[in-house]
């Protein structure tokens, strides 16, 4: 139980890696405040985790939206009584031929990705300054920001600025105790990798399934990574081992990309 006493803040919580990391977080002893735009997902995941035991509060909030954000900051440490660990983990994947991306695309996976990850950070950091603090901030890339994977294109664009924003955040809060990481995880079971593999399927003609089949046969350790593989990294990430790491993109995907 590393995080007793510590409050952990994660985005896009509701489902998925963001629900896996937040059960994981509980269990080592943290607070959650999960934050999602879905309401009904967010009550489910409330429901699963106040039955662990798990001391939770959810908030409706949309990443893009900078002051949403601060808010649910504020909230956070109103509600749960301190704010200790940022985990912007809320994403959407984009499947599109470089040559057909639209300008509405572009915008509206960059606003997510990339605009809801910085909004994270700034948020995050202001106010672990104006509590003194010395927290963390951990936040989602992938194997496509440190590899580009075709019809990927604006999705890569994405995870590759994050491991940028994590690099100069790490580098301009260092002062001030704060950590700033990011996890990069690979093919992942949930329901964005079923969202990807239809829209493969769409695009190529492959069967459904067979997408996905094949990113899994590139796997060295010869299995799809699930939520709480992810969850492992991050609960590291979160925790007082990792007090000295900071500004580093980790690749945590069983084998397929290596750096």
Known sequence: MTLNG???????????????IAQRLAADGAAIALVDLNAADLSEAESQLSKSGAKVI??????????????AIDSTVDQLGGFDIMINNAGIAQVQ??????????????????????WGIQAAAARFKKDGTKGKIISASSIAGHDGFPMLGAYCSTKFAVRALTQVAAKEFAPDGITVNAYCPGVVGTDMWTE?????????????GATFDKFVGSIALGRAQTAEDVASLVSYLAGPDSDYMTGQAILIDGGMVYR
């Open 6 to 20: 510590k409050t952990a803040l994660v985005t896009g919580g509701a489902r998925g890696i963001g629900l896996g």
């Open 196 to 208: 990807i593999d239809a829209r493969f399927s769409d695009l190529t003609g492959a069967k459904k």
């Open 97 to 118: 031929p470089i040559s057909e991306i639209t300008e509405a695309e572009m915008d509206k996976i960059h606003a997510v990705n990339v605009k809801g990850v910085l």
């Open 58 to 71: 959810t908030i409706t909030a949309d990443v893009t939206d900078r002051q949403q954000v601060i808010d």
